[in-house]
């Protein structure tokens, strides 16, 4: 146990940055991204944006599977929603960008509790099969809606602030990372409430959380339209970033990414869904430029592309098997080295 960390009061014990040492980290985190589009390459820029949507969406699947217990494969779809909203919103009404994501949101969210609907009667694999149809139903209502636009899907202008097209890596940086950061402050929030206790109730034992007097389908409802609001922002944001929307933009194999990311990362950690997302999206990439280096080129490069996928596979079940409470955990130990060290045994 650190020192120094007596707390005189219950708001003091419940901040969300509780130490000196954390708020001068988050001072210097801050600066680091407001400083790094300056310095990055257009590449760079381009997987940082990528990189805090994933983060986006995978922070609301944490919220549901990770703190309320309730496994989910349908946050694809979700973000499908969130996309096909913005998309027809900016293509037939022309509403501010800002209105189109909030919109997203709340579609995605209503999408969410209609498919949250059963969890009250089922749980595990069964709730996952049940979001896996949800999947399957909006993929063919993308595909076969007159104003989604069909299998051809919907192709949008770039976002604009006070004038100006948001149509590059670096413009868009400055719209979806604040809104990224203020979607993390609210789930870190969310979980020093009643709301967010209540979640956590459920996810370690439902039956006993009834018996306490938590109204189980009102708060499973609501962890789905959460994490469902997340998923429909993220997707928003995806939608204005690549610009062009189809059904097949968002497979079922997007929702086992973002599955994987929060279990490689730590479920029920804010922290643990940002590294989960980090870890799945950048590190095929980076074997990629290794291998890439590697004497032969290009050449090579697509010859050992398989091998990439084989070892990036490797990797996340190594996680699973060495540490099953994921990046997160890893994390907590190094801080805790530190804290102390060098009166550590």
């Not at 950061?181 to 209540?198: E, P, S």
């Not at 933009?249 to 990414?257: H, Y």
Request: some cysteine; glycine content about 10%; charged content about 10%.
């Amino acid at each position: 146990m650190r020192i120094g960390t007596l707390k005189e009061s219950y708001v003091a014990d419940a901040a969300l940055f509780d130490s000196r040492t954390q708020k001068t980290w988050l001072v210097i985190a801050a600066a680091l991204l407001v400083i790094f589009p300056f310095m990055a390459t257009e590449y760079w820029l381009y997987m940082a944006c990528l990189v805090a949507i994933n983060v986006a969406s995978a922070t609301g699947l944490n919220i549901l599977t990770g703190y309320t217990g309730l496994v989910s494969l349908g946050q694809a779809a979700f973000m499908g929603l969130g996309a096909y909203t913005v998309a027809v919103l900016e293509t037939h009404v022309g509403t501010p960008f800002f209105i189109n994501l909030l919109a997203g949101g709340v579609i995605a969210m209503l999408g969410g509790i209609i498919v949250g609907i059963p969890s009250l009667r089922v749980k595990g694999l069964y709730l996952a099969i049940a979001t896996i149809a949800a999947s399957f139903i909006t993929h063919f209502l993308f595909g076969n809606l007159q104003f989604t636009g069909g299998t051809t899907g919907l192709s949008l202008q770039p976002a604009r602030f006070f004038g100006m097209p948001l149509d590059t890596s670096f413009r868009l940086y400055w719209l979806i990372l604040p809104v990224t950061v203020l979607m993390l402050l609210g789930a870190a929030n969310i979980f020093r409430t009643r709301i967010g206790r209540a979640f956590i109730a459920i996810r370690d034992r439902d039956i006993s959380a009834e018996v306490l007097g938590i109204p189980l389908l009102r708060y499973k409802l609501l962890s789905f339209g959460l994490s469902s609001f997340y998923a429909g922002v993220a997707g928003g944001m995806w939608a204005y970033f690549f610009r062009v929307v189809t059904p097949e933009s968002f497979p079922l194999l997007m929702s086992i990414f973002f599955l994987a990311a929060i279990i490689v990362g730590g479920m029920g950690s804010i922290l643990g869904g940002i590294l989960g997302a980090v870890f799945m999206t950048m590190v095929p990439e980076i074997l990629k430029l290794l291998v890439a280096v590697l004497p032969g080129g290009t050449e090579l490069a697509v010859f050992l592309s398989p091998v990439r996928t084989v070892i990036f596979g490797l990797l996340i079940i190594g996680f699973l098997v060495f540490e099953p409470h994921g990046l997160a955990e890893i994390w907590r130990r190094i801080r805790r080295y530190f804290h102390l060290w060098p009166f550590r045994n």
